[in-house]
């Protein structure tokens, strides 16, 4: 595609449910990035991702939370044990640039109740 | 802990009126990006400075990097209802992978 899709857009869980939140990313990106953002906030970094390696995941805000991206394209965020605090809308972006800086790449994001 | 505060947080102003947005930071950067972004979809790249003092413009928008690179201002000439977004600005964090957003700023045109 021509740009960076998230499915699904939304997600309803009931709190202590598991979620799975997949990006695809624009073809032959190196770079992925999940961000939380809260209502009317600005993202908050999660974590980035190099091809398939995890190199930065400090903005993972508890263990529940998990991203993997095992053939270097795909990426899944998941969270288990849902809590009310974790709605958010969870943005995926991807670059180009191995370094990771430069032009992101954003897709529409899922946003995610948890009741 | 790095911050990008944003002011204002809301702004809302008539058609054809002008605007600055502030982004401001204790830290330095290595660069700053601008985005905006509409109801329902991710922020949209509009520009990156690089350089201390750097001004970049875009068609009726102005971007200012401080000379000491902790600060940048976006100016909007003109306002029309399509500038209507959330406006974030997004610095870079040198040594490392991640970028912080700013606390964004939310600004509604009206015709």
């Known amino acids: 595609g021509a740009g960076v899709s998230q499915s699904p857009r939304y997600k309803v869980a009931k709190r202590g449910q598991d979620v799975a939140l997949r990006c695809d990313p624009i073809?032959?990106?190196?770079?992925l990035f999940w961000y939380q953002q809260a209502l009317g906030q600005g993202p908050e970094f999660l974590t980035y991702?190099?091809?398939?390696?995890?190199?930065?995941k400090s903005g993972l805000p508890s263990d529940r939370f998990f991203a993997e991206r095992p053939e270097g394209s795909v990426s899944t965020l998941k969270i288990q044990r849902t809590q009310q605090e974790d709605s958010a809308v969870y943005l995926c972006?991807?670059?180009?640039?191995?370094?990771?800086?430069?032009?992101?790449?954003f897709g529409p994001g899922t946003r995610l109740t948890v009741l | 802990t790095q911050l990008l505060e944003q002011s204002p947080q809301f702004l809302s102003i008539q058609e054809g009126e002008n605007l600055t947005v502030y982004c401001n930071s204790s830290?330095?950067?290595?660069?700053l990006q601008w985005y905006r972004q509409e109801p329902g979809e991710g922020p949209v790249l509009l520009v990156t400075?690089?350089?201390?003092?750097e001004v970049k413009k875009l068609k009726r928008l102005t971007f200012q990097f401080g000379d000491a690179r902790k600060d940048s201002s976006l100016h909007i000439t003109a306002a029309q209802p399509g500038d209507t977004g959330l406006y974030l600005c997004?610095?870079?964090?040198?040594?490392?992978?991640?970028?912080?957003f700013g606390t964004g700023t939310r600004l509604k045109v009206l015709a």
């Open positions: 972006a991807s670059s180009s640039y191995s370094s990771g800086k430069g032009e992101q790449f």
């Open positions: 073809s032959g990106h190196v770079s």
């Open positions: 991702f190099q091809n398939e390696a995890q190199l930065d």
């Open positions: 830290s330095v950067f290595s660069s």
């Open positions: 400075v690089v350089t201390g003092g």
């Open positions: 997004a610095g870079d964090v040198s040594g490392t992978y991640k970028y912080i």
